[in-house]
């Protein structure tokens, strides 16, 4: 899954990295959970306890116990029992005793689902757990033959990358992001791209960017000849939406930049890319990061969009953190929706790249409607411009179609958001609620 933007001619080590479903973080331990349906014989005295004594034997913790509602009139003998455990099936404990004695005891036994759910962080200070010297990217350049790195032998340049890259490494939640004194060639790369693109907004971008961004030249340091500082972005997008930015050092794997944004927190590069193609660069960079996704982020429909794509992201199997990729992908990355004028940009990937923002609007590539359910099973390709992109109505109807396609994911779980706190809490769901959500 990529994550990001414009990755034209992206080298395998890339490519391995945005394809990640797995975390950054070291020493997070998940959960696991088991729930299941048990018919017992209600009339004997003690059958209740003969079931829940192997839990108990063997360490094993009850989540939750119910049973179906019955009338004193039924003239069933059995009575159903739901079970939400906290353990897996494939858990040598379940394997060779739990299960063993359920099924001894009872004439059916019904397995609901089992679900390794991985660690996620529930707090905005979990996000320096992240171990960023496993990223691509970012002061390490990958030497590919066939696609090369513009500054891969430029030594300056790579010592540049690197200061700026540890600087990222080093900052904690709560500190203020370190102020980059940019170089007189960095600032040319910025305006070099800056007035290729600020002729395609008007015509291309859609109104509620161009409705943002003189509010960040305004209040947030954006300009034609000096490169943003994140500090000041940060704070006039938090009094905006309440997002903030936080520097990282390369690239991260899409479990981790989506987990962010369940707390309102976009992860941003601050390296240039090379002065040598300003309109080109095989990863991302503050181009991407401050002209593509911030002023959009300043929408509160677009921002809270991204935190429910963050929301899905927490606890989530690897292969719904593949879909939930694609519809990054085709919706924040190189989304189009209905305007007044006609069919506008919205995606980052298209609204920091000049090449891809004009052909996108060019009748060459086909237009589908936004539908995550096709979204989630459709590849892209990486190293060239899309051959399709989808088109949402509005926010509201992006939206209302994303949450249709996350409710239907197989989640054993539900999380809400404190937005005083900044923090995130998880309520199990129990087994009788998995069984209606099955049906």
């Given amino acids: 899954m990529l994550r990001r933007s414009f990755i034209r001619g992206a080298t395998n080590k890339f490519e391995e990295q945005y394809a990640s479903t797995g975390s950054s973080v070291k020493g997070g331990i998940g959960r696991s959970k088991t729930s299941l349906q048990v018919s017992l014989i209600g009339s004997r005295a003690g059958a209740l306890a003969e079931v829940l004594a192997p839990f108990a034997q063997h360490n094993v913790n009850l989540r939750n116990v119910t049973n179906r509602r019955q009338s004193y009139e039924s003239k069933s003998k059995y009575q159903t029992m739901y079970l939400d455990v906290d353990a897996h099936l494939e858990d040598a404990v379940m394997k060779d005793h739990i299960m063993p004695a359920l099924n ?7 397995i609901i689902g089992s679900w390794k759910i991985p660690w996620y962080p ?10 960023q010297n496993t990223l691509s990217a970012g002061e390490d350049l990958v030497d590919d033959p066939e696609n090369p790195h513009p500054g891969f032998h ?6 540049r990358r690197k200061l700026i890259a540890q600087s990222a490494k080093a900052f904690r939640h709560g500190d203020k992001i370190p102020y980059m004194d940019y ?5 040319q790369t ?7 693109l600020l002729k395609l907004f008007p015509t291309h971008a859609c109104k509620q960017f161009n409705n943002a961004l003189p509010l960040f030249l305004e209040n947030a340091g954006f300009c034609r000849t000096e490169l943003p500082q994140l500090q ?3 704070e006039f ?23 962010a944004l369940a707390f309102r927190i976009f992860f941003s590069t601050q390296y240039i890319r090379h002065h040598s193609q300003p309109l080109y660069t095989p990863e ?10 911030v002023p959009m982020l300043a929408d509160p429909q677009y921002a809270d969009f991204c935190q429910t794509i963050g929301f899905a992201s927490l606890g989530a199997s690897d292969e719904m953190i593949e879909e939930l990729g694609r519809c990054f992908w085709y919706s924040v990355e190189f989304g189009l929706c209905k305007q007044p004028g006609g069919v506008r940009a919205y995606g980052a990937g298209l609204l920091s790249s000049a090449g891809e923002l004009d052909y996108c609007l060019s009748g060459k590539p086909q237009h589908l409607p936004w539908d995550p359910f096709v979204a989630s099973k459709m590849p892209f390709p990486i190293t060239k411009y899309q051959p399709v992109y989808f088109v949402a109505e509005d926010f509201d109807d992006a939206q209302a179609k994303l949450e249709k396609w996350i409710d239907v994911q197989d989640r054993p779980f539900t999380v809400e958001y404190n937005k005083y706190s900044g923090k995130v809490e998880t309520f199990p769901k129990t087994a009788v609620s998995l069984l209606v959500d099955q049906k």
């Fill in 104 to 110: 001894h005891l009872s004439h059916a036994v019904n």
């Fill in 232 to 234: 000041t972005v940060s």
């Fill in 122 to 131: 529930t707090e905005p200070g979990h996000l320096d757990l992240l171990d």
């Fill in 190 to 196: 910025w305006t070099a791209v800056w007035d290729k």
């Fill in 183 to 187: 170089t007189e060639q960095e600032k």
């Fill in 284 to 293: 991302p960079d503050l181009v991407h990061e401050i002209v593509g996704h």
């Fill in 237 to 259: 997008l938090k009094d905006a939406t309440g997002f903030t930015v936080r520097p990282v050092a390369g690239l991260l794997s899409s479990r981790d930049f989506f987990n």
């Fill in 154 to 159: 430029d030594e300056q340049y790579k010592a």
